[in-house]
């Protein structure tokens, strides 16, 4: 999943991804809500905003920690998946 940058649509990144096993799905510029990772993010910002951090590693930390709670659920991602992945998922079940 990547939007329609140079680095993104160059001709060695399509050999590699495709070499790595890797489907790029391009996104049209300006659509974060496409983008699961970029709600990830958006909450991540907002939960982290108001915890005041007295070090780099403390907020480093919690950034990871967030993050981790986060991703570990997957309903961030659930209507995306079904409407991106669903043809890959058939295939592996």
């Known amino acids: 999943m990547t939007y329609s940058k ?36 958006k909450v991540l910002k907002r939960n982290a905003s108001p915890i005041v951090v007295a070090s780099e590693s403390a907020f480093r930390t919690l950034a990871r920690r967030l993050f981790n709670t986060l991703t570990d659920r997957l309903g961030f991602a659930k209507s995306w998946i079904g409407q991106f992945l669903s043809p890959y998922l058939q295939k592996l079940s």
């Not at 993104?8 to 990144?13: R, V």
């Not at 096993?21 to 391009?26: Q, S």
Request: charged share 15%; aromatic share 6%.
């Open 6 to 41: 140079p680095s993104h649509i160059c001709e060695h990144t399509r050999k590699r991804a495709h070499q790595l096993g890797i489907d790029l799905v391009f996104l049209p510029v300006g659509s974060p809500h496409l983008n699961p990772i970029e709600q990830v993010w």
